[in-house]
């Protein structure tokens, strides 16, 4: 446990920091998207969908980056199955193991329910697959002294899977449903002369005369 908390315990504190930000930029952004849609539920689910997408990535962000105490540089580990074994057989691996799970199970959960082309568990497995081969990539060019692991990858591509499976019931309930258009009404004008038959009896001479002086 003393492992896990020197390596991971800078980020309880930095998650307390972080939490009260996204709390407050919660109705914020609720309220901004208000004025332009009529569903209140609509404009406040998909501000905190948001706001807590924002929060996973600062966090996934600062622990990329956060060099471990101690450490002197990164290490490679490329087996897969290595670091399974290990947390199996020790109870400090098995937690680093599950929040590996956990890391990118938020994005898994949360991105589908914002992008209509991330509605499929190939496409997030495929997506996590580059995140995680980028995290890991970066963890090791920046010498952060954490193990650049292929198990690594594979737990948190899981851990993505797993999330999106479990919110895939709820995929579709912060669509926007697109505003009926009424047809524009339109005159229709008879573009045929309309011929006015007057009976030969009404048309006689003295009418002809009156509207025809020339013909006196």
Not at 53 to 76: D, H, Y
Not at 156 to 181: E, F, Y
């Amino acid at each position: 446990m003393g492992e896990l908390l020197r390596a991971f315990g800078a980020m309880i504190p930095l998650t307390i920091t972080a939490i009260p930000y996204a709390l407050l930029g919660w109705p914020l952004l609720a309220a901004h998207r208000r004025r332009r849609q009529a569903d209140r539920f609509s404009a406040s689910a998909t501000a905190a969908v948001d706001m807590t997408l924002a929060l996973a990535c600062f966090l996934v962000l600062c622990l990329v980056t956060m060099p471990v105490t101690g450490a002197q540089g990164s290490r490679l580990s490329l087996e897969p199955g290595t670091d399974l074994r290990l947390a199996l057989s020790d109870s400090a691996n098995l937690w680093q193991a599950l929040g590996n799970v956990l890391m990118l199970s938020p994005l898994g959960a949360l991105l589908p329910l914002r992008s209509r082309r991330l509605r499929s568990l190939g496409r997030i497995a495929l997506g996590a697959l580059a995140v995680s081969v980028l995290v890991e990539g970066t963890q090791y060019l920046i010498q952060a002294g954490r193990v650049t692991s292929a198990d690594d990858i594979l737990l948190n591509t899981l851990g993505a899977v797993l999330g999106a499976a479990l919110s895939k019931r709820l995929w579709h309930r912060l669509d926007v449903r697109p505003p009926v258009t009424i047809p524009m009404q339109v005159r229709r004008v008879c573009e045929a002369p309309v011929r006015l038959r007057v009976p030969r009896s009404v048309w006689d001479e003295r009418y002809s005369g009156v509207a025809h002086p020339q013909r006196r």
